[in-house]
């Protein structure tokens, strides 16, 4: 059988009446949980799977449950980004640097709108991807290694400098400050405690909604109240145009289709993710647009190209999981869990012996996306109404909300000291105009960066030649040296033109 013919063979599974209503419930509930900051895909997945084992759902109903709510969170990411400057997870930090403007000029309907739109796209493009290329980007996939891994991890951060234009230096100390961050907790090699000044709490390390919640809602609620009380106004504006119109979806079409594309490449990636996607494709973004964009200030193509990215990448995930038997991310971890307790070993047999599963859960990721863009599109004017919420309720509902999640994490009263105490370091950085989302990124890059360059050194007895010995790794790091380089020779030579002019 052709591709084709397997996936009209898997629309037969997934267009059932029990696996479609699944789907639905999946999607509604994913892009709640996505919504929430700091719960991200993987809690999402991680608390419906117990309840679909135990309701004894059968193998692909139940991997088409879960795939509903991975993709409903990467929906639902978006909506805290855009309208309370506070990332739903780890991949909607992006949209967040121009969704959020476009909220305080009037926007945010159109930024839901396109956002929804961008990540629908994304999704469909993967999906396709999905089904022609899946065994060959298997094959590409396992020539990363830990070097390569490493080397990517420096072009993701070596990228952030193009991010916020012209604040390069301020954004790679951003960038160092989550790095450093990230190495808090117990050294998983040598079992060395580092940074935790004989603190308990801290020996796990610095969660991630720890952190987000800290860097971008704490100080995003002392700015509220300062800038509150200095002009008295609300600070987002409402608006009565929800949807974007033709042009604006003309404006965004090419981008999204480029983010799409990039976003699934990098998911292929076990473990790359859509943090990584999102950053990439921004930065892709911005330098192709330069002076013609608003990038940062509330720029359209800053909030579809990010969106496009991270929904991309998290279909690509599902290649290493279905045809090596390998977690292409974090949730798909979960999935593969959900695979094994029904004695189901995924990996290159996976397609042969239990085509139903695999094209069936291929199929049903076509129609969760129509369910998704059905679903988010309508809900719009509802998100924006939130904004017309008076600020006497509005910071104390975010200040509720945020500690009810930064306390469900541990139970413990600590990682509510310690928000609030990373809280008040963001507002001060955010006052000198140093980037959160450089901050977070190398917060959320850093254990990765530090993981793969250690198995490296390992792999290579200590020879740090190694990083560099691979085609693949030596063209990621000249990359690097040339995205950290260009801005400053750019700026030099237009300083000699206007002298010679």
Known sequence: MSAFEHLLHGFGIASQWSNLLVAAIGAFIGTLVGMLPGLGPINGVAILLPLAYAMKLPPETALILLAAVYMGCEYGGRISSILLNVPGDAGAIMTAIDGYPMARKGLAGVALSISAWSSFVGSVIATIGLVIFAPVLADWAVAFGPAEYCALMVFAIACLAGMVGDKPVRTLLAALIGLTLATVGVDANSG??????????????????????????????????????????????????????????????????????????????????????????????????????????????????????????????????????????????????????????????????????????????????????????????????????????????????????????????????????????????????????????????????EQNLRRALSISNGDVAVLWSSPISAGLLLASVTMLVAPFVVRRLRGIRRQVA
């Open 192 to 449: 060395v405690y580092r940074f935790t000044f004989d603190n308990v709490h801290l020996s796990d390390g610095i969660q991630f909604i720890v952190v987000v919640i800290g860097f971008f809602s704490v100080s995003e609620l002392m700015l509220m109240l300062e800038q509150h009380t200095e002009t008295g106004q609300q600070l987002v504006k409402n608006t009565g145009r929800m949807m974007f119109n033709a042009r604006e979806a003309a404006q965004t079409w090419w981008c999204t289709v480029r983010s799409s594309v990039i976003g699934f490449f990098v998911g292929v990636l076990p473990g790359a993710g859509a943090t990584i996607a999102s950053a990439i494709t921004y930065m892709t973004e911005k330098r192709i647009y330069g002076s013609q964009g608003t990038f940062g200030h509330g720029d359209i193509r800053g909030v579809a190209a990010p969106e496009a990215a991270n929904n991309a990448s998290a279909t690509g995930s599902f290649v290493p999981m279905l045809t090596l038997g390998v977690p292409g991310s974090g949730t798909t971890a979960v999935m593969m869990g959900a695979l094994t307790l029904y004695n189901i070993t995924p990996g290159p047999m996976l397609f042969t012996q239990q085509p139903d599963i695999v094209w069936g859960l291929i199929a049903s990721l076509f129609i969760g996306n129509v369910m998704l863009l059905v679903l988010n599109i309508p809900l719009v004017n509802l998100f924006a109404r939130a904004l017309s919420t008076p600020m006497w309720m509005l910071v104390p509902a975010i200040a509720a909300i945020s500690a009810i999640g930064v306390y469900a994490v541990h139970a413990t009263t600590f990682d509510l000291v310690l928000m609030t105490v990373l809280g008040v370091f963001g507002y001060i950085l955010r006052k000198m105009d140093f980037p959160m989302s450089a901050l977070i990124l190398g917060f959320v890059l850093g254990e990765m960066l």
